[in-house]
């Protein structure tokens, strides 16, 4: 039987895996990884905002998206401090930073020191956790 487990918007895994496909649950619930190159809003260069696909929190905007080269959505900063939560992360026998949705935690992908100007940084996405709304 599986765990019922609240996050603390008191949201369950219940309720995730109604609201998302199996595919958005695996990488923002489970702390999946989608196949590089497999995402169309890898390839996304319209004016618009990211919104995370579980709650509808804007989290990016087209202004710092660039082409990493690396097969996921990959951006230099998030649209405000506030929006992206980074965490300690030392699964898979690494020591990395993953980076969440600070309103309901969805995993969204990791930030590594290898990003463009003006940061420096490049916060490497999962297109599955994005929801992708283009500028009038
Ligand atoms: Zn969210």
New binding site residues.
């Given amino acids: 039987m599986e765990l019922t487990i609240a996050d603390h918007n008191g949201k369950t895994n219940v309720h995730w895996r109604d609201k998302l496909t199996p595919e958005q649950y695996h990488v923002?619930r489970e702390h999946g990884t989608e196949r590089a190159f497999s995402h169309p809003l890898n390839l996304e260069k319209r004016a618009g905002t990211y919104y995370?696909?579980?709650?509808?929190?804007a989290?990016f905007t087209s202004h710092a998206k660039f082409d990493s080269g690396s097969g996921w959505p990959s951006f230099f900063e998030p649209i405000s401090d506030e929006a992206v939560k980074e965490v300690d992360d030392r699964s898979h026998f690494m020591r990395r930073t993953e980076i969440l949705?600070?309103?309901?935690?969805?995993h969204l992908g990791h930030v590594v020191p290898a990003g463009p100007a003006p940061t420096g940084l490049r916060y490497c996405t999962n297109g599955l956790a994005l929801d992708f709304k283009p500028e009038e």
């Fill in positions: 923002t995370c696909v579980c709650c509808g929190a989290l949705c600070a309103n309901c935690d969805a």
